[in-house]
T-cell receptor
Framework: DQQVKQNSPSLSVQEGRISILNCDYT??????FLWYKKYPAEGPTFLIS?????DKNEDGRFTVFLNKSAKHLSLHIVPSQPGDSAVYFC????????????FGTGTRLTVIP | ETGVTQTPRHLVMGMTNKKSLKCEQH?????MYWYKQSAKKPLELMFV???????ENNSVPSRFSPECPNSSHLFLHLHTLQPEDSALYLC???????????????FGPGTRLTVL
């Protein structure tokens, strides 16, 4: 039973526009949420995170929004750049220090120059 | 070498073979992880080692046998695998559980395993 879901396997966006990647979760015990980015032939790398006490966290061009009542989070990238083309994984844990991360299946983002 | 390295990067094996995957971290971390990523499925945590002791084993079949001889090295020994075990196997490391401090996991590039 998948506890973290990314329902869009792929997304294409024009360079300079906003990319919005979505993620839903089912476990109400999740307290900490993360986005990882993966380029081909490389392992996932941590991008940005958010604690459940916040509804928004911003880091440069990347902003993560959390809606706890809807059990939904999203990653906004603006402006999108061709170098952002990668697979983005949403992940969740019951606390930030936990070993056990639950991942979604990923969304492949393609930014068209 | 820096970060987390994995060897081999690609492996093809028969169902009767025995092989091992190797992971090495150069980050001074205390915890190491094995994940499996099958096609169109999320990353699944297989094993967690903290200070060389196994702390998580997520119902993984016994044909997968992990070994952590020290905090820098992690192995996954494979024997009598099935074709459905074909997947990308990712290793990760972290500082270890630190309560409310984020336990960021650093991933290696993975080993692409094909079982014939």
């Amino acid at each position: 039973d998948q506890q973290v879901k990314q329902n869009s396997p792929s997304l294409s966006v024009q360079e300079g526009r906003i990319s919005i990647l979505n993620c839903d979760y089912t476990n109400s015990m999740f307290d900490y949420f993360l986005w990882y980015k993966k380029y081909p032939a490389e392992g996932p790398t941590f991008l940005i995170s958010i604690s459940s006490i916040k509804d928004k966290n911003e880091d440069g061009r990347f902003t993560v929004f959390l809606n706890k009542s809807a059990k939904h989070l999203s990653l906004h990238i603006v402006p999108s750049q061709p170098g952002d083309s990668a697979v983005y994984f949403c992940a969740a844990s019951v606390n930030p220090g936990a070993n056990n991360l639950f991942f979604g299946t990923g969304t492949r983002l393609t930014v068209i120059p | 070498e820096t970060g987390v390295t994995q060897t081999p990067r690609h492996l093809v094996m028969g169902m009767t073979n025995k092989k091992s995957l190797k992971c090495e971290q150069h980050l001074g971390h205390n915890a190491m992880y094995w994940y499996k990523q099958s096609a169109k499925k999320p990353l699944e945590l297989m094993f967690v080692y903290s200070l060389e002791e196994r702390v998580e084993n997520n119902s993984v079949p016994s044909r997968f046998s992990p070994e952590c001889p020290n905090s820098s090295h992690l192995f996954l020994h494979l024997h009598t695998l099935q074709p459905e075990d074909s997947a990308l196997y990712l290793c990760a490391s972290s500082q270890g559980t630190q309560g409310d401090r984020y336990n960021e996991q650093f991933f290696g590039p993975g080993t692409r395993l094909t079982v014939l």
